[in-house]
């Protein structure tokens, strides 16, 4: 297996926009957040600045700010996440004393969409794991669909560190949300393969391991037809549910905080909804309702 890999090209600001952003990281980091998370807000920035609205961040003007935002089409929790990083950024600016206009306080709240299941079609995933030209990614797409693992999560591996072994065989360290970590078992061909890997992380990149973004990047670019990285993860808890019945090994399997978040990646099948309901009426029908005239 080749190992090496180059990460997405970092997009050029400006030097007030790219200090500024650097001081705001270390206040992120001084809150403690997950690297994930100043990852993602970074990026927000790092977006914005690049659309070159103002020299400096504290120059921008709210009407340009609004003008930005508006004119993506984002998917609804997309706009939502830039928002929080953009308001987010312009109250560190006035605590920190760089500016006492807080700009960002323009753009409009976004309504979170009502969360549906979403798994990836499996014989797309079967194809895209065949024909990867190259094999880091497939390994990706392994990772995701049959761990159900996050993008910043397999971004993340290490398999010095991250591997264990019990009786029963080997097992991964998955660094999740919130810097709270579960522990996997792998399949013997993964756990091979694994092993197998070099010294270091196993997707390594410029500034350690592979960001997250270029991750998804990179599995969504294989999966094509607009099918995205975390759909895996939907795939993996809904084919784990149909074989166990067990919500709480879904949720456990997956990091969540929430059994009400698991039930949302969980898909049902719509043909034994129907299988159902048909068994239930005729079940009813049984007592000799009259029939209607």
């Known amino acids: 297996m ?8 970092s997009p050029h600001i400006g030097p007030a926009w ?15 957040l997950s690297e994930q998370t100043i990852e993602l807000r970074i990026y927000h920035l790092r977006r914005l600045a690049k659309a070159r609205l103002a020299p400096t961040p504290w120059e921008v003007h709210r009407a340009d700010l609004l003008d930005w935002t508006g004119s993506h089409s984002w998917r609804r929790e997309t706009a939502r996440a830039f928002r929080s990083s953009i308001r987010r950024f312009w109250v560190w600016g006035i605590a920190a004393g760089r500016t006492e206009d807080n700009i960002a306080d323009i753009i409009p709240e976004v309504k979170p969409e009502q969360p549906q299941p979403r798994p990836a079609v499996p014989t797309s995933v079967r194809t895209a794991v065949q024909r990867a030209d190259n094999p880091q990614v497939a390994l990706m797409i392994r990772l995701a669909n ?33 810097s709270r970590n579960r522990v996997l078992p792998l399949p013997d061909d993964l756990a091979e393969i694994l092993r197998a890997a070099p010294d270091g ?23 094509g037809d607009g099918t995205t990285m975390h759909q895996l993860r939907h795939l993996c808890a809904t084919e784990i549910h149909e074989q166990t019945r067990d919500l709480r090994l879904v ?43």
């Open 2 to 9: 080749m190992w090496g890999m180059t990460s997405s090209p």
């Open 18 to 32: 790219a200090s500024e952003i650097k001081s705001w990281a270390v206040a992120l980091q001084a809150m403690r």
């Open 146 to 178: 049959e761990l159900g693992m996050r993008r910043a999560e397999v971004a993340q591996v290490h398999p010095k560190n991250d591997l264990v072994r019990d009786l029963a065989g080997w097992s991964l360290i998955v660094h999740g949300k919130g």
């Open 201 to 223: 992380y196993l997707f390594p990149g410029p500034n350690g391991h592979l960001s997250p973004h270029w991750v998804g990047t990179l599995v969504a670019r294989a999966l």
């Open 251 to 293: 949720q456990n399997m997956l990091g969540h905080a929430s059994l009400a978040t698991t039930q949302r990646y969980v898909a049902v099948d719509d043909s034994k909804v129907r299988e159902a309901i048909s068994l239930r009426s005729r079940t009813w029908s049984s007592y000799g309702a009259p029939a209607p005239e």
